[in-house]
């Protein structure tokens, strides 16, 4: 079974700053994929980036940047430039690769509120 | 469709009575799932359908939920009296066989009073 933990339950910052939410995750598989999803009060849950496990390269998604540390199970996001629309909850979430890869695990999530 | 669809967007219901909760996922998606979340907490996961397989129903928390999937389309989520506890956001989302990732419907509230 997989876990995925989301060590911060609410995070602030100014617009226009960075900042870095973190994840960290268990899983005996060597194949699966990572996410970020964004989940704004309109509740639509949005992909905001992903990672393969087997690519070394952090993953980049314009002003979305993660840092992915495979051996030690850890995946941040970190978000620059801060916008007031990237007010939201922010999910991290582990899906094994492949077919019939079951279901997929959710960190309890980060509030983040950008102020301007 | 263009995306996964839910519907009754809110759902307002007396203690007791049984209700149910449909998701129409993206056309050609054989993975479908379905995700209880409460006020400003993470996902819980209820259940998973994958193809013909059998569903993993390993998240649903009492015999009061069950869910179905017809011609491995559509799926209800049927809730059987109500309690004021299974007040929450459901979510559905649907993959690909070749799972990449999931996308998500806009979820119905459910508020049990």
């Known amino acids: 079974a997989q876990t995925v933990t989301q060590s911060q339950p609410e995070m602030s910052v100014q617009e226009a700053e960075t900042v870095t939410l973190s994840c960290t995750y268990d899983t005996s598989e060597n194949n699966y994929y990572l996410f970020w999803y964004k989940q704004p009060p309109s509740r639509q849950m949005i992909l905001v980036i992903r990672?393969?496990?087997?690519?070394?390269q952090n993953a980049t998604e314009n002003r979305f940047s993660v840092n992915f540390q495979k051996a030690a199970k850890s995946f941040s996001l970190k978000i620059s430039d801060s916008q007031l629309g990237d007010t939201a909850m922010y999910f991290c979430?582990?899906?094994?690769?492949?077919?019939?890869?079951?279901?997929?695990?959710f960190g309890d999530g980060t509030t983040l509120t950008v102020k301007p | 469709g263009a995306g996964v669809s839910q519907s009754p967007s809110n759902k307002v219901t007396e203690k007791g009575k049984d209700v149910e909760l449909r998701c129409d996922p993206i056309s050609g998606h054989t993975a479908l799932y379905w995700y209880r979340q409460s006020l400003g907490q993470g996902l819980e996961f209820l259940i998973y359908f994958q193809g013909n397989s059998a569903p993993d129903k390993s998240g649903l928390p009492s015999d009061r939920f069950s869910a179905e999937r017809t011609g491995g389309s559509v799926s209800t989520l049927t809730i059987q009296r109500t309690q004021q506890e299974d007040s929450a956001v459901y979510l559905c989302?649907?993959?690909?066989?070749?799972?990449?990732?999931?996308?998500f419907g806009q979820g119905t509230r459910l508020t049990v009073v």
């Open positions: 990672q393969e496990a087997y690519k070394q």
């Open positions: 979430a582990f899906m094994k690769r492949g077919t019939n890869a079951g279901k997929s695990t």
């Open positions: 989302a649907s993959t690909t066989y070749a799972v990449t990732e999931a996308f």
